[in-house]
């Protein structure tokens, strides 16, 4: 138990706003909060999230560590005033007046033509390609079966002249032996 309260010196609490809700959590770092939040950028430096001090706000938190506590914002009918307040026809509806017109004219949308054009020129280069390779491809194989069938033809000569050679030798050493007497 003595351990716990040196925790709770260590642990800061910090609270972020998310929708209509506050995300607080206890964690030892700010990094460490950002973490537990998920968050993909420093909310700390852009002014979004910051340290709690009030004992109130501090108590689940510190209860938690480590989790995301989430407390709603406001009451229900806080948020449905702000709402009104933040509409365009509530606030036509306050100054008496129709909501204004947009006052810029929407860009036309940019010609794909050149693109099209390129991604054509793109695959009809690479279909050449293909077929250059594919017509390469069949001369190789051609060549090569032309390649077999001289090696066929040389096996097939020097076995004969093997077979000639082997019966000549064995003639020459006969001829020796007969010849040495």
């Known amino acids: ?6 925790r709770k010196q260590k642990l800061k609490v910090f609270r ?3 929708g209509f809700h506050d ?3 206890a964690a030892p770092s700010q990094k460490a909060a950002l973490e537990a939040w ?4 420093n909310i700390f430096a852009q002014g979004i999230a910051e340290q709690v001090t009030e004992p109130a706000l501090m108590e689940e938190p510190l209860a938690n560590p480590g989790k995301v506590i989430k407390r709603v ?3 229900t009918d806080e948020h449905f005033a702000a709402l009104e307040r933040a509409t ?3 606030k036509a509806k306050q100054k008496g007046s129709e909501p204004a017109a947009p006052k810029t004219k929407l860009k036309p949308r940019p010609s794909r ?3 099209d054009e390129a991604e054509e020129a793109l695959e009809k280069a690479e279909k050449k390609q293909r077929k250059k390779i594919n017509e390469l491809d069949e001369r190789i194989r051609e060549l090569e079966g032309k390649r077999r069938e001289m090696q066929r033809k040389h096996e097939a000569e020097r076995d004969a002249l093997s077979g000639k050679r082997d019966r000549a030798k064995a003639d020459y050493d006969k001829a020796m032996r ?4």
């Open 1 to 6: 138990m003595a351990k716990t309260p040196e």
């Open 16 to 18: 972020t706003p998310i």
């Open 23 to 25: 995300a607080y959590v």
């Open 38 to 41: 998920g968050a993909d950028s």
């Open 73 to 75: 914002r406001g009451s």
């Open 88 to 90: 365009p026809t509530a």
């Open 113 to 115: 033509d050149a693109l």
């Open 178 to 181: 007969d010849w040495r007497g």
